[in-house]
DNA sequence: AATTAATTGTGATATTTTTCCCTATTATAC
DNA sequence: GTATAATAGGGAAAAATATCACAATTAATT
Protein backbone atom coordinates (compact mmCIF):
# COMPACT_ATOMS: atom_id res chain seq x y z
CA UNK A 1 0.00 0.00 0.00
CA UNK A 2 3.03 2.39 0.77
CA UNK A 3 4.78 2.45 -2.36
CA UNK A 4 8.21 3.53 -1.32
CA UNK A 5 8.74 4.76 -4.35
CA UNK A 6 5.97 7.72 -4.80
CA UNK A 7 6.64 10.79 -3.96
CA UNK A 8 5.19 12.16 -0.63
CA UNK A 9 4.47 15.03 -1.59
CA UNK A 10 3.12 17.18 -4.80
CA UNK A 11 5.07 19.51 -7.08
CA UNK A 12 2.69 21.82 -5.79
CA UNK A 13 3.39 21.12 -2.35
CA UNK A 14 6.83 21.25 -2.78
CA UNK A 15 6.35 24.85 -4.28
CA UNK A 16 4.23 26.34 -1.65
CA UNK A 17 6.52 24.49 1.21
CA UNK A 18 9.73 26.61 0.20
CA UNK A 19 7.43 29.70 -0.07
CA UNK A 20 6.79 28.88 3.43
CA UNK A 21 9.87 28.88 4.23
CA UNK A 22 11.21 32.05 2.33
CA UNK A 23 8.63 33.69 4.76
CA UNK A 24 9.84 31.94 7.95
CA UNK A 25 13.46 32.93 6.96
CA UNK A 26 12.08 36.80 7.43
CA UNK A 27 10.19 35.84 10.98
CA UNK A 28 13.74 34.75 12.37
CA UNK A 29 14.87 37.54 10.82
CA UNK A 30 13.16 39.38 12.53
CA UNK A 31 12.46 37.34 15.54
CA UNK A 32 8.76 36.44 15.52
CA UNK A 33 8.55 33.43 17.56
CA UNK A 34 4.74 32.52 16.01
CA UNK A 35 3.17 32.97 12.45
CA UNK A 36 -0.42 31.73 11.56
CA UNK A 37 -2.39 30.08 8.47
CA UNK A 38 -4.14 33.16 7.60
CA UNK A 39 -0.84 35.46 7.48
CA UNK A 40 1.53 32.96 5.43
CA UNK A 41 -2.12 32.46 2.96
CA UNK A 42 -2.58 36.62 3.10
CA UNK A 43 1.46 37.32 1.20
CA UNK A 44 1.09 34.43 -1.02
CA UNK A 45 -2.66 35.50 -1.69
CA UNK A 46 -3.90 31.66 -1.63
CA UNK A 47 -6.32 30.38 0.84
CA UNK A 48 -5.50 29.81 4.90
CA UNK A 49 -6.87 25.54 4.67
CA UNK A 50 -4.99 25.14 1.62
CA UNK A 51 -1.68 26.54 3.99
CA UNK A 52 -3.09 24.43 7.02
CA UNK A 53 -3.73 21.37 4.82
CA UNK A 54 0.01 21.59 3.40
CA UNK A 55 1.45 22.04 6.93
CA UNK A 56 -0.46 18.92 8.15
CA UNK A 57 1.25 16.86 6.04
CA UNK A 58 4.38 17.54 7.56
CA UNK A 59 2.58 16.56 10.57
CA UNK A 60 3.30 19.65 12.20
CA UNK A 61 0.74 20.49 14.87
CA UNK A 62 -0.23 24.10 15.72
CA UNK A 63 -2.33 26.10 18.44
CA UNK A 64 -5.03 27.37 18.44
CA UNK A 65 -5.30 30.93 18.45
CA UNK A 66 -1.91 31.30 18.50
CA UNK A 67 -0.27 29.57 14.78
CA UNK A 68 2.67 27.81 14.44
CA UNK A 69 6.11 28.02 16.42
CA UNK A 70 7.73 29.59 13.10
CA UNK A 71 11.58 28.33 14.03
CA UNK A 72 10.30 24.88 14.41
CA UNK A 73 8.15 24.91 11.22
CA UNK A 74 10.91 26.16 9.72
CA UNK A 75 13.24 23.44 10.76
CA UNK A 76 10.61 20.94 9.79
CA UNK A 77 10.54 22.38 6.39
CA UNK A 78 13.96 22.13 6.21
CA UNK A 79 14.00 18.46 7.05
CA UNK A 80 11.03 17.47 5.73
CA UNK A 81 12.61 18.32 2.14
CA UNK A 82 16.41 17.65 2.70
CA UNK A 83 18.52 21.09 3.44
CA UNK A 84 20.40 18.90 5.23
CA UNK A 85 21.18 16.52 3.26
CA UNK A 86 23.54 18.55 0.61
CA UNK A 87 23.38 17.59 -3.12
CA UNK A 88 26.29 18.62 -4.87
CA UNK A 89 26.19 19.74 -8.73
CA UNK A 90 28.29 21.09 -11.45
CA UNK A 91 27.21 24.17 -13.66
CA UNK A 92 27.41 23.72 -17.13
CA UNK A 93 28.46 26.66 -18.85
CA UNK A 94 30.52 29.51 -17.74
CA UNK A 95 28.86 32.34 -19.39
CA UNK A 96 26.86 35.37 -17.72
CA UNK A 97 24.12 33.01 -16.07
CA UNK A 98 26.23 29.94 -15.36
CA UNK A 99 28.80 32.62 -13.32
CA UNK A 100 25.72 34.45 -11.85
CA UNK A 101 24.80 31.12 -10.29
CA UNK A 102 27.37 30.27 -9.26
CA UNK A 103 27.39 33.43 -7.60
CA UNK A 104 24.26 32.95 -5.76
CA UNK A 105 25.21 31.49 -2.42
CA UNK A 106 21.68 31.14 -1.58
CA UNK A 107 21.70 27.49 -3.22
CA UNK A 108 23.76 26.14 -0.05
CA UNK A 109 20.94 27.56 2.28
CA UNK A 110 18.72 24.98 0.66
CA UNK A 111 21.04 21.87 -0.13
CA UNK A 112 22.94 22.79 -3.39
CA UNK A 113 26.22 22.77 -3.42
CA UNK A 114 28.13 24.22 -6.46
CA UNK A 115 31.22 22.73 -6.98
CA UNK A 116 32.70 23.90 -9.85
CA UNK A 117 31.85 25.15 -13.41
CA UNK A 118 32.44 23.72 -16.71
CA UNK A 119 33.10 25.40 -20.24
CA UNK A 120 34.90 25.05 -23.55
CA UNK A 121 36.20 28.32 -23.73
CA UNK A 122 39.87 28.45 -23.01
CA UNK A 123 39.12 32.37 -21.94
CA UNK A 124 37.17 30.94 -19.07
CA UNK A 125 38.95 27.66 -18.00
CA UNK A 126 41.39 27.60 -14.87
CA UNK A 127 39.61 31.03 -13.90
CA UNK A 128 37.82 31.00 -10.82
CA UNK A 129 34.21 32.09 -10.01
CA UNK A 130 33.10 32.65 -6.35
CA UNK A 131 35.92 30.58 -5.42
CA UNK A 132 34.75 28.12 -8.11
CA UNK A 133 36.78 26.31 -10.76
CA UNK A 134 36.07 26.91 -14.12
CA UNK A 135 37.38 22.91 -15.69
CA UNK A 136 37.60 21.97 -19.53
CA UNK A 137 34.02 20.46 -20.17
CA UNK A 138 36.40 17.33 -21.17
CA UNK A 139 37.20 17.01 -17.88
CA UNK A 140 33.62 16.30 -16.53
CA UNK A 141 33.72 12.51 -16.73
CA UNK A 142 36.35 11.94 -14.73
CA UNK A 143 35.62 14.28 -12.18
CA UNK A 144 31.44 13.49 -12.02
CA UNK A 145 32.82 9.95 -11.38
CA UNK A 146 35.27 10.91 -8.44
CA UNK A 147 32.98 13.20 -6.48
CA UNK A 148 29.67 11.15 -7.23
CA UNK A 149 27.94 13.86 -8.69
CA UNK A 150 24.65 13.40 -10.46
CA UNK A 151 23.37 16.90 -10.91
CA UNK A 152 24.08 19.23 -13.88
CA UNK A 153 23.30 22.76 -14.13
CA UNK A 154 22.89 23.43 -17.75
CA UNK A 155 23.37 27.45 -18.99
CA UNK A 156 25.10 26.60 -22.22
CA UNK A 157 24.03 28.60 -25.16
CA UNK A 158 21.28 27.13 -27.20
CA UNK A 159 22.60 25.42 -30.26
CA UNK A 160 24.81 23.31 -27.51
CA UNK A 161 22.04 22.42 -25.57
CA UNK A 162 21.34 18.82 -26.88
CA UNK A 163 24.80 17.75 -27.68
CA UNK A 164 25.43 19.13 -23.95
CA UNK A 165 22.72 16.76 -22.82
CA UNK A 166 23.89 14.00 -24.90
CA UNK A 167 27.14 14.26 -22.61
CA UNK A 168 26.20 14.75 -20.02
CA UNK A 169 23.98 11.57 -20.43
CA UNK A 170 27.05 10.09 -21.32
CA UNK A 171 28.69 10.83 -18.39
CA UNK A 172 25.90 9.40 -15.57
CA UNK A 173 24.55 12.56 -14.72
CA UNK A 174 20.88 12.25 -13.44
CA UNK A 175 19.16 15.15 -13.02
CA UNK A 176 19.52 18.07 -15.51
CA UNK A 177 18.73 21.61 -14.49
CA UNK A 178 18.44 23.15 -18.25
CA UNK A 179 18.27 26.94 -18.17
CA UNK A 180 18.28 26.79 -22.00
CA UNK A 181 15.24 27.78 -23.99
CA UNK A 182 15.11 24.15 -25.10
CA UNK A 183 13.30 20.46 -24.83
CA UNK A 184 15.74 18.06 -24.14
CA UNK A 185 15.48 14.93 -25.52
CA UNK A 186 16.75 12.33 -22.98
CA UNK A 187 16.62 8.64 -21.77
CA UNK A 188 13.60 7.70 -19.66
CA UNK A 189 15.72 7.53 -16.57
CA UNK A 190 17.22 10.90 -16.23
CA UNK A 191 15.23 14.03 -14.74
CA UNK A 192 15.20 17.30 -16.72
CA UNK A 193 13.80 20.43 -14.97
CA UNK A 194 13.20 23.03 -18.01
CA UNK A 195 13.19 26.12 -15.94
CA UNK A 196 11.10 28.03 -18.60
CA UNK A 197 11.63 31.38 -17.53
CA UNK A 198 9.58 32.80 -20.52
CA UNK A 199 6.88 30.49 -19.28
CA UNK A 200 6.60 31.83 -15.95
CA UNK A 201 6.64 35.27 -17.29
CA UNK A 202 3.95 34.93 -19.38
CA UNK A 203 2.05 33.28 -16.89
CA UNK A 204 1.98 36.14 -14.74
CA UNK A 205 1.87 38.78 -16.95
CA UNK A 206 -0.94 37.00 -19.73
CA UNK A 207 -3.89 38.90 -19.37
CA UNK A 208 -4.34 40.18 -16.10
CA UNK B 1 -21.38 34.71 -20.76
CA UNK B 2 -17.78 35.64 -21.77
CA UNK B 3 -15.94 37.44 -19.02
CA UNK B 4 -13.49 39.59 -20.95
CA UNK B 5 -11.73 40.01 -17.62
CA UNK B 6 -11.42 36.55 -17.16
CA UNK B 7 -8.31 34.53 -18.17
CA UNK B 8 -8.65 32.31 -21.33
CA UNK B 9 -5.89 29.69 -20.28
CA UNK B 10 -5.26 28.23 -17.22
CA UNK B 11 -1.16 28.93 -15.95
CA UNK B 12 -0.59 25.21 -16.48
CA UNK B 13 -1.65 25.59 -19.97
CA UNK B 14 0.35 28.77 -20.89
CA UNK B 15 3.44 26.89 -19.50
CA UNK B 16 3.03 23.64 -21.53
CA UNK B 17 2.28 26.04 -24.45
CA UNK B 18 5.97 27.90 -24.19
CA UNK B 19 7.21 24.47 -24.11
CA UNK B 20 5.41 23.37 -27.39
CA UNK B 21 7.06 26.81 -28.59
CA UNK B 22 11.07 25.89 -27.76
CA UNK B 23 10.02 22.45 -29.50
CA UNK B 24 8.60 24.18 -32.57
CA UNK B 25 11.46 26.99 -32.89
CA UNK B 26 14.13 23.68 -32.61
CA UNK B 27 11.79 22.00 -35.69
CA UNK B 28 11.79 25.41 -37.92
CA UNK B 29 15.91 25.41 -37.27
CA UNK B 30 15.78 21.97 -38.43
CA UNK B 31 13.21 22.49 -41.73
CA UNK B 32 10.74 19.97 -39.98
CA UNK B 33 7.69 21.04 -41.98
CA UNK B 34 4.81 18.96 -39.54
CA UNK B 35 4.65 18.37 -35.76
CA UNK B 36 2.50 15.22 -33.98
CA UNK B 37 1.35 15.14 -30.69
CA UNK B 38 2.58 11.84 -29.70
CA UNK B 39 6.06 13.64 -30.86
CA UNK B 40 5.76 16.84 -28.17
CA UNK B 41 4.44 14.57 -25.56
CA UNK B 42 7.37 12.19 -25.64
CA UNK B 43 9.98 15.06 -25.33
CA UNK B 44 7.97 15.99 -22.31
CA UNK B 45 6.78 13.21 -20.97
CA UNK B 46 3.15 13.60 -21.14
CA UNK B 47 0.30 12.50 -22.43
CA UNK B 48 -0.63 13.15 -26.03
CA UNK B 49 -3.95 13.94 -25.46
CA UNK B 50 -2.91 16.78 -23.01
CA UNK B 51 -1.26 17.96 -26.13
CA UNK B 52 -3.97 17.65 -28.29
CA UNK B 53 -6.36 19.42 -25.62
CA UNK B 54 -3.73 22.33 -25.10
CA UNK B 55 -3.54 22.76 -28.76
CA UNK B 56 -7.52 22.77 -29.91
CA UNK B 57 -8.22 25.49 -27.43
CA UNK B 58 -5.71 27.90 -29.76
CA UNK B 59 -8.07 26.46 -32.32
CA UNK B 60 -5.74 24.86 -34.51
CA UNK B 61 -6.44 22.38 -36.68
CA UNK B 62 -4.12 19.35 -37.39
CA UNK B 63 -3.99 16.71 -40.25
CA UNK B 64 -5.05 13.13 -39.26
CA UNK B 65 -2.23 10.61 -39.71
CA UNK B 66 0.24 13.77 -40.55
CA UNK B 67 0.12 16.27 -37.56
CA UNK B 68 0.25 19.78 -37.23
CA UNK B 69 2.06 22.21 -39.57
CA UNK B 70 4.57 23.15 -37.29
CA UNK B 71 5.34 26.73 -38.43
CA UNK B 72 1.53 27.59 -38.12
CA UNK B 73 1.15 26.14 -34.74
CA UNK B 74 4.24 28.06 -33.51
CA UNK B 75 3.12 31.37 -34.96
CA UNK B 76 -0.41 30.25 -33.54
CA UNK B 77 1.37 30.07 -30.30
CA UNK B 78 2.92 33.41 -30.50
CA UNK B 79 0.28 35.03 -31.66
CA UNK B 80 -1.99 33.73 -28.55
CA UNK B 81 0.10 34.45 -25.87
CA UNK B 82 1.02 38.23 -27.35
CA UNK B 83 4.63 37.35 -28.09
CA UNK B 84 4.24 39.86 -30.51
CA UNK B 85 3.13 42.56 -28.44
CA UNK B 86 6.20 43.58 -26.76
CA UNK B 87 5.90 44.71 -22.93
CA UNK B 88 9.02 47.08 -21.46
CA UNK B 89 10.42 46.08 -18.11
CA UNK B 90 13.04 47.32 -16.15
CA UNK B 91 15.56 45.20 -13.98
CA UNK B 92 16.23 46.49 -10.80
CA UNK B 93 19.57 45.32 -9.14
CA UNK B 94 22.60 45.35 -11.42
CA UNK B 95 24.20 42.51 -9.93
CA UNK B 96 25.31 39.33 -11.21
CA UNK B 97 22.25 38.04 -11.49
CA UNK B 98 20.39 41.38 -13.16
CA UNK B 99 23.31 41.46 -15.16
CA UNK B 100 22.75 38.19 -16.69
CA UNK B 101 19.19 38.57 -17.17
CA UNK B 102 20.07 41.90 -18.92
CA UNK B 103 22.49 39.92 -21.85
CA UNK B 104 19.91 37.52 -21.97
CA UNK B 105 18.45 38.44 -25.12
CA UNK B 106 15.87 35.41 -25.26
CA UNK B 107 13.79 37.35 -23.34
CA UNK B 108 12.75 39.64 -26.60
CA UNK B 109 11.90 36.51 -29.10
CA UNK B 110 9.43 36.16 -26.44
CA UNK B 111 8.05 40.14 -26.17
CA UNK B 112 10.40 41.30 -23.17
CA UNK B 113 11.90 44.24 -23.55
CA UNK B 114 14.55 45.29 -20.82
CA UNK B 115 14.57 48.93 -21.38
CA UNK B 116 17.20 49.74 -18.72
CA UNK B 117 18.49 48.68 -15.31
CA UNK B 118 18.53 50.66 -11.83
CA UNK B 119 20.98 50.40 -8.73
CA UNK B 120 22.10 52.19 -6.11
CA UNK B 121 25.51 51.59 -6.40
CA UNK B 122 27.82 54.73 -7.87
CA UNK B 123 29.88 52.15 -9.31
CA UNK B 124 26.89 50.93 -11.38
CA UNK B 125 25.67 53.37 -12.14
CA UNK B 126 26.08 55.18 -15.56
CA UNK B 127 27.51 52.22 -16.89
CA UNK B 128 25.68 49.87 -19.74
CA UNK B 129 25.35 46.04 -19.79
CA UNK B 130 24.13 45.01 -23.21
CA UNK B 131 23.63 48.71 -24.32
CA UNK B 132 21.26 49.20 -21.80
CA UNK B 133 22.06 52.11 -19.19
CA UNK B 134 22.06 51.43 -15.53
CA UNK B 135 20.62 54.55 -13.72
CA UNK B 136 20.37 55.33 -10.37
CA UNK B 137 17.45 53.67 -8.75
CA UNK B 138 15.99 57.46 -7.75
CA UNK B 139 15.29 57.85 -11.56
CA UNK B 140 12.98 55.11 -11.68
CA UNK B 141 9.89 56.65 -10.47
CA UNK B 142 10.20 59.53 -13.42
CA UNK B 143 11.30 57.05 -16.27
CA UNK B 144 8.70 54.48 -15.24
CA UNK B 145 5.93 57.09 -15.91
CA UNK B 146 7.67 58.24 -19.16
CA UNK B 147 8.33 55.42 -20.67
CA UNK B 148 4.70 53.94 -19.21
CA UNK B 149 6.77 50.83 -18.00
CA UNK B 150 4.84 48.63 -15.53
CA UNK B 151 6.89 45.84 -15.27
CA UNK B 152 9.96 45.33 -12.89
CA UNK B 153 12.39 42.62 -12.97
CA UNK B 154 13.92 42.33 -9.25
CA UNK B 155 17.11 41.08 -8.58
CA UNK B 156 18.30 42.93 -5.29
CA UNK B 157 19.65 41.59 -2.36
CA UNK B 158 17.23 39.98 -0.05
CA UNK B 159 17.80 42.24 2.30
CA UNK B 160 16.50 45.15 0.36
CA UNK B 161 13.57 42.89 -1.63
CA UNK B 162 10.38 43.88 0.64
CA UNK B 163 12.17 47.97 0.82
CA UNK B 164 12.98 47.87 -3.00
CA UNK B 165 9.11 46.19 -3.41
CA UNK B 166 7.56 49.40 -1.78
CA UNK B 167 9.26 51.95 -4.00
CA UNK B 168 8.14 49.81 -6.73
CA UNK B 169 4.83 49.98 -5.56
CA UNK B 170 4.69 54.20 -5.39
CA UNK B 171 6.25 54.40 -8.57
CA UNK B 172 3.16 52.75 -10.16
CA UNK B 173 5.26 49.29 -10.89
CA UNK B 174 2.41 46.72 -11.66
CA UNK B 175 3.96 43.61 -12.28
CA UNK B 176 7.16 42.61 -10.12
CA UNK B 177 9.05 39.08 -11.54
CA UNK B 178 10.50 38.45 -8.34
CA UNK B 179 13.86 36.79 -8.41
CA UNK B 180 14.99 37.26 -4.60
CA UNK B 181 14.61 34.41 -2.42
CA UNK B 182 11.76 36.29 -0.52
CA UNK B 183 7.80 36.48 -0.30
CA UNK B 184 6.92 40.19 -1.01
CA UNK B 185 4.22 42.04 0.65
CA UNK B 186 2.33 44.30 -1.69
CA UNK B 187 -1.03 45.37 -2.14
CA UNK B 188 -3.48 43.13 -4.34
CA UNK B 189 -3.62 44.76 -7.32
CA UNK B 190 -0.06 43.93 -7.60
CA UNK B 191 0.67 41.05 -9.69
CA UNK B 192 3.98 39.08 -7.94
CA UNK B 193 5.91 36.45 -9.36
CA UNK B 194 8.09 34.22 -7.24
CA UNK B 195 10.87 33.24 -9.49
CA UNK B 196 10.75 30.47 -6.24
CA UNK B 197 14.08 28.73 -7.81
CA UNK B 198 15.17 26.80 -5.17
CA UNK B 199 11.51 25.48 -4.87
CA UNK B 200 11.83 23.97 -9.05
CA UNK B 201 15.02 22.50 -7.75
CA UNK B 202 13.23 20.29 -5.06
CA UNK B 203 10.96 19.81 -6.64
CA UNK B 204 12.63 17.60 -9.66
CA UNK B 205 15.17 16.18 -7.36
CA UNK B 206 13.15 15.20 -4.16
CA UNK B 207 12.40 11.47 -3.90
CA UNK B 208 13.06 11.01 -7.78
C1' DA C 1 -8.91 -0.70 -54.88
C1' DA C 2 -8.57 -2.50 -50.38
C1' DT C 3 -6.07 -2.74 -46.17
C1' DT C 4 -3.33 -1.07 -42.53
C1' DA C 5 -1.66 2.00 -39.26
C1' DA C 6 -1.07 6.57 -37.46
C1' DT C 7 -3.15 10.50 -36.15
C1' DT C 8 -6.68 14.07 -34.70
C1' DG C 9 -10.59 15.53 -31.98
C1' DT C 10 -13.52 14.95 -28.24
C1' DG C 11 -16.81 13.05 -24.84
C1' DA C 12 -16.50 10.43 -20.65
C1' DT C 13 -14.05 9.16 -16.69
C1' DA C 14 -10.67 9.42 -13.18
C1' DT C 15 -7.62 11.87 -10.41
C1' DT C 16 -5.79 15.71 -8.12
C1' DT C 17 -6.17 19.98 -6.06
C1' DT C 18 -8.53 23.57 -3.90
C1' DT C 19 -12.13 25.53 -1.35
C1' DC C 20 -15.83 25.45 1.87
C1' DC C 21 -17.59 24.73 6.25
C1' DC C 22 -17.93 23.36 10.79
C1' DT C 23 -16.13 21.89 15.45
C1' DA C 24 -12.86 22.21 19.08
C1' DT C 25 -9.58 24.95 21.31
C1' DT C 26 -7.74 28.81 23.67
C1' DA C 27 -5.71 33.56 24.33
C1' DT C 28 -7.55 37.94 25.24
C1' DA C 29 -10.78 41.33 26.73
C1' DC C 30 -14.30 42.49 29.67
C1' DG D 1 -15.07 33.95 35.71
C1' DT D 2 -17.44 34.63 31.22
C1' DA D 3 -17.77 36.03 26.67
C1' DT D 4 -15.50 36.87 22.41
C1' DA D 5 -12.79 36.18 18.56
C1' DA D 6 -9.00 33.97 16.25
C1' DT D 7 -7.13 29.87 15.06
C1' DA D 8 -6.13 24.81 13.93
C1' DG D 9 -7.82 20.55 12.09
C1' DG D 10 -10.25 17.92 9.08
C1' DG D 11 -14.36 15.96 6.49
C1' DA D 12 -17.05 17.05 2.46
C1' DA D 13 -17.90 19.36 -1.71
C1' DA D 14 -16.41 21.67 -5.68
C1' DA D 15 -13.33 22.80 -9.21
C1' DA D 16 -9.56 21.98 -12.03
C1' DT D 17 -6.69 18.93 -14.44
C1' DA D 18 -5.26 14.81 -16.64
C1' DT D 19 -6.18 10.41 -18.72
C1' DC D 20 -8.77 7.10 -21.21
C1' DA D 21 -11.22 5.41 -25.03
C1' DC D 22 -12.85 5.49 -29.39
C1' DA D 23 -14.83 7.21 -33.82
C1' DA D 24 -13.37 9.60 -37.92
C1' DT D 25 -9.90 10.56 -41.09
C1' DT D 26 -6.25 9.75 -44.17
C1' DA D 27 -1.44 8.67 -45.83
C1' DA D 28 1.09 4.76 -46.98
C1' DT D 29 1.29 -0.01 -48.28
C1' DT D 30 -0.08 -4.05 -50.61
Redesign the pocket.
Known sequence: MNNPNKKKF????IN?LTLYHCILTDYMLRNIE???????AALLK???????????LLN?????????IARDLKENIEKTLGFEKPKDAFIIGAGNLGSALAKYDNFANYGLNVLALFDNSSLKVDTKINDKQVFHISKLPDLAEKLSVEIAIMTVPREFAQITADFLVKSNIKYIWNFTPTVLFVPNNIQVWNENLMGNFLQFTYQK
Do not use: A, E, L, T
Open positions: SDKVRFISSPQIIDDSQVRKDISNVGKCRVGY
